[in-house]
């Protein structure tokens, strides 16, 4: 994502601050302003170039003049994260804690871990009266088959699947067939959930409250309904619930 994108060109060279070795060259520019660079770096050397160039990508509400401190590296990352690849944290994933987990263990709740890579199309909003016309931006996911097979073989013992975020939703519906078994997925999804769609994989949705005209916010009342989520969001909003990445979660049940 880039400010200013009208004033770049495919084929414009760019430098990059705080680093000696690493350039780009735009390859693409798309009409939400995001644009497709070409680093001149691959590998490992990429990756130390980018760390040593970039800081923590921090939401905008979470002002740091300074920059982002050690500290916010280790809170804004969920204790599953385990690839690189996303832009943001899944924030319904940073309220668990290694208790928390012991915890569920304790009470035989069983747990999975699949990817998918948060992109910054989740950040996009809808620039549309229409929401069919809004695209959304495709994000990496693998799901491996032994946890499509330890997922389908707990549907079928009758356990419940709940899924933790919206990611994690969005990543189970693209691997999902119409008889409900989960498959192996590796690769990349742009699924756009809207009122209307047939879940047919989780049961309930531990998720963040999502702003107003946002894509997240129609993913969940796809889920639980327009009207059950509506009035969430005004009970919360009456009483002082917190919002955004370290806001308070919600259990949602899916509406039949």
């Known amino acids: 994502m880039a400010r200013n994108a009208r004033r770049l060109r495919p084929n414009d060279p760019l430098s990059i601050d705080n680093s000696t070795t690493l350039t780009a060259t735009v390859e693409s520019i798309d009409d939400g302003g995001s644009i497709a660079l070409r680093f001149n770096l691959e590998g490992e050397a990429f990756s130390q170039a980018l ?17 982002p401190t050690a500290t916010d590296t280790t809170d804004y990352q969920t204790i599953f994260a385990q690839h690189q690849g996303a832009v943001a944290a899944p924030t319904a994933g940073l ?6 987990l012991a915890r569920l263990a304790e009470h035989q709740i069983e747990r999975e871990t ?3 890579h948060v992109g910054a199309g989740t950040f996009l909003p809808l620039r549309h009266d229409d929401v069919h016309q809004h695209r ?3 994000e990496r996911g ?5 946890a499509a097979a330890r997922i389908n073989q707990a549907r079928a013992a009758g356990h419940r699947l709940i899924a933790v975020g919206t990611t994690t939703l969005r990543l189970l519906e693209s691997a999902t067939d119409p008889h409900g078994i989960v498959h192996p997925f590796h690769g990349e999804t742009a699924l756009f959930i809207l009122p209307g769609h047939i879940f047919r994989s989780a049961d309930a949705l531990i998720t963040n409250f999502h702003l107003p005209k946002s894509t997240l916010f129609m993913l969940t009342c796809a889920f639980a309904g327009h009207t059950p989520m509506r009035a969430a969001y005004h009970h919360a909003i009456a009483h002082h619930y917190r919002f955004y990445s370290y806001g308070d979660a ?4 899916r509406n039949p």
């Open 250 to 253: 919600t259990l949602i049940e």
């Open 136 to 138: 959304i931006h495709a």
């Open 51 to 67: 760390h040593q160039a970039g800081a923590l990508a921090l939401p905008p509400y979470i002002p740091r003049p300074q920059g």
């Open 95 to 100: 309220h668990f804690t290694q208790a928390l």
């Open 142 to 146: 693998t799901i491996t088959p032994q």
């Open 114 to 116: 699949i990817t998918l």
